[in-house]
C-alpha cells in the first residue's frame, strides 16, 4: 500500500538530546513536509522540501533541521536548541504533477515527550 | 491576528443533528480551501476540497466558501458518532502553493 510511514510512534527525551524523527513515503511525491501540532494551536510548518537536496524553513523552523538526500526520505531532527520540543509531529507529502486539489497526504504522527 | 481563524471548540451534539463548522479568513489571495479530519492520535485526512465560491455536496458533507465575506463552512448531516473528530480549515492561494495555511481545528463529538 502506498502511504508515508513515520516512526517512531511515541518517543521519550531528556533534556539535552538531540533526536531523529524517520518520515518515509513511497507515493513518488515531490514535496514533503513537517509540521508540529500542539493543543488548541493547529498545524505550524516547520520544514519542507520540494525537490532532493533542497528544503526551506517554515514558520517555526528554530530548533530544528532537516534533510532530503533521497526523494522517498525527509527526516526531522529536532536539537537542543528547541526550548518546548514536546508535541505531535507530522510528516506530510504532495505531488505537484497531480490534477486536482495538490491535497498533503499524512502519515500518522510521532509524538514527542521530553522528560 | 492570525491568517485562519477557527473557534477550537469543543463542540457537543446528539446523533443526527447538523453540525456547522466554520473558519473565518484575512488574505483575499486565498483560492483553495479544504477541510481536514482528524481522529484522535491520526494524521489529519482530506474531507472536502472548494475551489473560490460557492458550495459543494459529498454524500453528508456540505462545504460553503462565501468570498465577500472570507468565511467558510462545513456542514455534517444526520451526524453520526463516528464523526467525532477535530476538522481542520486549510486554504492556500494556489492548488501548487507551497504553504497550505491551516486553522487551529474543532473538536467534535457526537453523542449517541
Known amino acids: 500500500d502506498g502511504g508515508i510511514t513515520q516512526s517512531p510512534k511515541y518517543l521519550f527525551r531528556k533534556e539535552g538530546q538531540n533526536v531523529t524523527l524517520s518520515c518515509e513515503q513511497n507515493?513518488?511525491?515531490?514535496?514533503m513536509y513537517w509540521y508540529r501540532q500542539d493543543p488548541g494551536q493547529g498545524l505550524r510548518l516547520i520544514y519542507y522540501?520540494?525537490?532532493?537536496?533542497?528544503?526551506q524553513k517554515g514558520d517555526i523552523a528554530e530548533g530544528y533541521s532537516v534533510s532530503r538526500e533521497k526523494k522517498e526520505s525527509f527526516p526531522l531532527t529536532v536539537t537542543s536548541a528547541q526550548k518546548n520540543p514536546t508535541a505531535f509531529y507530522l510528516c506530510?507529502?504532495?505531488?505537484?504533477?497531480?490534477?486536482?486539489?495538490?491535497?498533503?497526504?499524512f502519515g500518522e504522527g510521532s509524538r514527542l515527550t521530553v522528560l | 491576528q492570525k491568517e485562519v481563524e477557527q473557534d477550537p471548540g469543543p463542540l457537543s451534539v446528539p446523533e443526527g443533528a447538523i453540525v456547522s463548522l466554520n473558519c473565518t479568513y484575512s488574505?483575499?489571495?486565498?483560492?483553495?480551501f479544504m477541510w481536514y479530519r482528524q481522529y484522535s492520535r491520526k494524521g489529519p485526512e482530506l474531507l472536502m476540497y472548494?475551489?473560490?465560491?460557492g458550495n459543494k455536496e459529498d454524500g453528508r458533507f456540505t462545504a460553503q466558501v462565501d468570498k465577500s465575506s472570507k468565511y467558510i463552512s462545513l456542514f455534517i448531516r444526520d451526524s453520526q458518532p463516528s464523526d467525532s473528530a477535530t476538522y481542520l480549515c486549510?486554504?492556500?492561494?494556489?492548488?501548487?502553493?507551497?504553504?497550505?495555511?491551516f486553522g487551529s481545528g474543532t473538536r467534535l463529538s457526537i453523542r449517541p
Open positions: 488574505n483575499s489571495a486565498f483560492q483553495y
Open positions: 506530510a507529502s504532495r505531488s505537484f504533477r497531480a490534477t486536482g486539489t495538490g491535497e498533503l497526504f
Open positions: 472548494t475551489y473560490s465560491s
Open positions: 486549510a486554504m492556500n492561494r494556489y492548488s501548487s502553493a507551497s504553504k497550505i495555511i
Open positions: 507515493l513518488n511525491h515531490d514535496a
Open positions: 522540501s520540494q525537490i532532493v537536496n533542497d528544503f
